[in-house]
Every structure is written in C-alpha cells, then in structure tokens.
C-alpha cells in the first residue's frame, strides 16, 4: 500500500475511537461526570467536559489530517494519562476485571505508540497538512 494511503488509513482507524469517544461523552456529560467522579477526579464535570471536547476535536484534526504532529503529541500522552487514571490497579480483587483494566492500560499505550508514530511520519498527502494548510504543512 503507497505510503499516503496507509496514512490517511491510520488516521482514519485513530479517528474512529476518538470521534465517537469524545460524542458520547458530551452527549452524556452525566454519566462521563459520574464516572470521573468514580475515580476520585476533582470538578468531574469540569474533566467531563474538558475530554469530551479534547477527544472530539483532536480526533477530527486527525481525521483530516490538519496541525497532525502536534494533535497527535497530546494524544499520545492523553492516552498514557486516561490509561493509568482509568486503569492502572482497577479490578479490587475480582481477577477478571483487573485482567480486563490491565490490558485496557496496555491499548491505551499501545495507541499511544500509534500516536507517536503519526507524529513522525506526518499526515501525508491526503491531508490538510499534505495540501499546505496548518503548523505542520511542511512536515509531510
């Protein structure tokens, strides 16, 4: 597969969980605030808003390819961060929920992995950045 086209590949596999992510949470501010109050976070429904517009956003500027390297900067630590507040020694003492918490922790790396690949390579030809628009048009 020519090198532009697996990249507007990877970014659309990328969007697809941050899209759809960052919708329902602000589609359902109360249930992503109550869950982020499950977990000890202060202002809950401030972080509730605050990820739901991150992940909307950031997952739309990868969509289409525009400012590429830097979004997918943040999104790499983004997702180190939500995998060890999420994740990171959930379970109590049921080994099947902490099986389930430590592998979530080990995609949410692993994306991030993706994150920082994407950030390297650039956007690629299919993308705003490819077309000369954003900070990183003279990446790809």
Known sequence: MPRNALLLFSRLLLAA????SGFH???DIAGTSGYFA?????????????TGLFELIAGLLI???LNTSIVALLL??????AGFIGHFGQGG???????????????????SGGFLALAMA????????GQGFGIDADAT
């Open 122 to 129: 650039g956007a690629g030809a299919y993308s705003f950045d």
């Open 38 to 50: 499950g977990l000890g976070l202060p202002l809950p429904t401030l972080v509730a808003w605050a």
């Open 25 to 27: 949470a602000l589609s």
């Open 93 to 111: 003492d049921d080994p099947t929920l902490t099986f389930m918490h430590s592998q979530m922790l080990m995609k949410d790396i692993a994306i």
């Open 63 to 65: 969509l289409v390819g």
């Open 17 to 20: 969980l941050f899209v759809p």
């Open 76 to 81: 790499a630590a983004f997702c180190i961060a």
